[in-house]
């Protein structure tokens, strides 16, 4: 099995270090959040290939959170963490689309078996996650095979250029921040990946110049905005 990509998000901040830093020995590439909306935004920016999520969070609990991510993608694998075991709450959680319950306090070495057992039954069910095509006014993008079709006209984008395509079609007439952009792409804020992240929606726009009804409009300040008209 290819290195698994798994979002965590729990508000126990020592444990869930720990988990962490088991789950990364175990082969596993893990990026770790300690509250729901953190969790959100990562998952709307980078590409998992399962859920961890704790249910008992401040402000947002684990079950608003996965409502929210399999509104995005109905097929992503979730595991929650609870210290409850209320037959209510299996129910729920059960009853959202989870693949698998683990009450608290539970063995690190459990959780990976668990993990490792999701996984497997999701690709035997041919559950295989690939992006949808988006349609951006007159134009199309294939995530996927990193294509963006326009005025009839097939361009085959880098990987650089479809990572930043895809954020703007995951905030479609929404504002894209400068810095979560650059995160996402490269990992970091280094001050010259400003220049670079220029350069490709430069790009963008040369390619989108020939559909009116698509733009990438600059918000002072902020960051960019895809407009769809």
């Known amino acids: 099995m290819e290195q698994p990509h798994l979002l965590l998000i729990d508000d126990e901040l020592q444990y869930s270090e720990l988990t962490k830093e088991y789950l990364e020995m175990k082969g596993c ?12 935004d990562a998952f709307k920016l980078h590409v ?8 008992k969070m401040p402000k947002k609990d684990g079950f608003t959170l996965a409502e929210e991510i399999k509104l995005v993608d109905e097929l992503m694998p979730i595991i929650f963490l609870t210290g409850q075991s209320l037959k209510e709450d299996r129910i729920r959680g059960l009853t959202l689309g989870a693949d698998d319950y683990l009450t608290k306090p539970f063995s690190m070495e459990e959780l990976y078996l668990r993990i490792l057992a999701v996984l497997k039954r999701v690709k035997v069910k041919g559950h295989v996650r690939k992006s949808e095509p988006y349609q951006l006014g007159n134009s199309s993008y294939d995530p996927h095979l990193q294509q963006l079709v326009v005025s009839s006209k097939t361009i085959k984008l880098t990987s650089i250029e479809s990572k930043l395509l895809n954020l703007f079609c995951k905030h479609q007439n929404q504002v894209l921040m400068r810095d979560a952009a650059i995160i996402a792409i490269w990992g970091d804020e280094e001050h010259y990946r400003g220049y670079s992240l220029n350069v490709y929606i430069s790009k963008l ?4 110049k020939d559909d009116p009804s698509v733009e990438i409009m600059n918000l ?3 960051g960019y905005r895809l407009i769809i008209k």
């Not at 590439?29 to 959100?40: I, S, T, W």
């Not at 998992?48 to 249910?55: A, K, S």
């Not at 726009?205 to 989108?208: A, D, E, G, P």
Request: glycine fraction near 8%.
């Open 29 to 40: 590439k893990v990026m770790l959040k300690h509250d729901a909306q953190a969790g959100f």
């Open 220 to 222: 002072h300040g902020e």
């Open 205 to 208: 726009r040369k390619y989108l």
């Open 48 to 55: 998992f290939d399962l859920c961890v999520l704790d249910i």
